[in-house]
């Protein structure tokens, strides 16, 4: 049960966009689209951004948006705000029928 | 408003247990999926267990299988976690989630509950 990979961080001014990768295997990520992304700032719970690889919840900015390309799906933020600053993890149902979260990405705005 | 709330956290020493649960209102709960997922202190999210809707179907991460146990009463609208034989490595803050989109994503998470194991 290897925890998806995601870079430890990602960085970008207010207004530009960034791109957060998410590495799995065809076993996960690759094998369904049952990807799903999360938001957690300090001290709360996290909160679903992305579901089933692209689909945004309601409530959830337009900003956010969601793909994926053979084992390694990508949550990108366009008109970065300051709100966003937080940490970002990818989940995926998986083959054994549990699920898997990535390593979590920690996303600054500077 | 749609709500999941968890309790029973605490501090147990090595080889204890805990009974975790979830209370959930403002849906029909009988109809989801929940997962219990956990964070270690400064760490990253980790999933634990998942029960479906009737309850037939458990599975369990591999770090917990055969210690931990999931249950459900639709009746009384709640989500258990039996934590058993604890180990200092399941120290975590424990958060329940409804499986609102199938396999694709957990919509509602609760404010979580804090096991701590430590003699």
């Known amino acids: 049960q290897s925890a998806l990979t995601q870079p430890a961080s990602v960085s970008g001014s207010p207004g530009q966009s960034i791109t957060i990768s998410c590495t799995g295997t065809?076993?996960?990520?690759?094998?369904?689209?049952?990807v799903s992304w999360y938001q957690q700032h300090p001290g709360k719970a996290p909160k679903l951004m992305i579901y089933e690889v692209s689909n945004r919840p309601s409530g959830v900015s337009n900003r956010f948006s969601g793909s994926k390309s053979g084992n390694t799906a990508s949550l990108s933020i366009s008109g970065l705000q300051a709100e966003d600053e937080a940490d970002y993890y990818c989940?995926?149902?998986?083959?054994?029928?549990?699920?898997?979260f990535g390593t979590g990405t920690k996303v600054t705005v500077l | 408003q749609v709500q999941l709330v968890e309790s029973g956290g605490g501090l147990v020493k090595p080889g204890g247990s805990l009974r975790l649960s979830c209370a959930a209102s403002g849906f029909t709960f009988s109809d989801y999926y929940m997962s219990w997922i956990r964070q270690a202190p400064g760490k990253g999210l980790e999933w634990v267990s998942y029960?479906?809707?009737?309850?037939?179907?458990?599975n369990y991460a591999d770090s917990v299988k055969g210690r931990f146990t999931i249950s459900r009463d639709n009746a009384r609208n709640s989500l258990n976690l039996q934590v058993s034989s604890l180990r200092a490595e399941d120290t975590a803050v424990y958060y329940c989630?409804?499986?609102?989109?199938?396999?694709?994503?957990?919509?509602?998470w609760g404010q979580g509950t804090t096991v701590t194991v430590s003699s």
């Open positions: 029960i479906s809707s009737s309850g037939s179907t458990r």
């Open positions: 989940s995926s149902y998986t083959s054994s029928s549990f699920y898997v």
């Open positions: 065809s076993s996960d990520v690759g094998g369904y689209n049952y």
């Open positions: 989630a409804r499986e609102g989109y199938g396999f694709g994503g957990m919509d509602v």
